[in-house]
């Protein structure tokens, strides 16, 4: 029987059946250098008996992002994460599609702030893309934020998550909270921007939250099947 297949049993389908999944437990990596989503994840991880350090923290060095989706790319830095430290690693992709701009910047959102991370002007870049295009009205500025979840083991083991929430892309920003394109984006059914809410408006987890970000929406399915 092939490696592979060792010790799985197969389905009356054919396939082999959804492995279980790993309990998240002790010490953690959060496989990232962006202090805004290492902060979000960390608060998230709060309630939780789990100790977190991130990548930066222990000086390791940023893979290259050649996935061609968020998933992709989260695996990647997962995967480099748990293997230099030997350790369970968490990492998180994520970005905004803005379906006017063809769906950019998408995975390309922390590139379009170049070396020196200034997203005020990557929003301005979407602003002057939407108005090249005459898309001025809320309805021809729909956009959607995208996270992606992936937890892997030194073991080779990984599991993924998704979440996303729609909204619309508004000018001028508003708000200084949160980080990256938050205040430009104004999730559906709200009257503020990622950037006017409070970290516990943004991201709280229930019963004290409603998970309204992507990454909280992601990170619920992630909690539900590793962490309780």
């Known amino acids: 029987m092939p490696d592979t297949m060792r010790g799985v049993g197969v389905a009356s389908s ?91 910047p998408g995975i390309y959102s922390a590139r379009w702030a170049g070396a020196d991370k200034n997203f005020h002007r990557a929003m301005e870049t979407i602003e002057e893309k939407l108005r090249q295009r005459g898309a001025t009205t809320p309805g021809q500025r729909k956009a959607h934020f995208v996270a992606a979840l992936c937890v892997a083991w030194p073991d080779r083991h990984v599991e993924e998550f998704e979440g996303r929430v729609d909204g619309t892309v508004v000018w001028p920003p508003r708000g200084d909270k949160g980080f990256g394109y938050d205040p430009i984006f104004q999730p559906e059914g709200e009257l503020r921007t990622f950037g006017e809410m409070s970290a516990e408006e943004k991201h709280g987890l229930p019963p004290r939250g409603s998970g309204l970000s992507h990454r909280a929406r992601a990170f619920m399915k992630l909690a539900e099947a590793r962490l309780v």
């Open 14 to 104: 054919g396939l082999p059946p959804p492995l279980p999944h790993r309990k998240i437990a002790g010490r953690l990596v959060i496989a990232s250098h962006n202090g805004g989503k290492i902060t979000e994840l960390r608060e998230m991880l709060a309630h939780y008996p789990i100790e977190t350090v991130s990548a930066a923290e222990l000086n390791l060095p940023e893979p290259e992002e050649t996935g061609k989706t968020f998933r992709d790319n989260a695996r990647i830095k997962a995967e480099a994460t748990a293997r230099a430290s030997g350790l369970p690693a968490l990492a998180d992709d994520s970005g905004l599609a803005v379906d006017a701009l063809g769906g950019e």
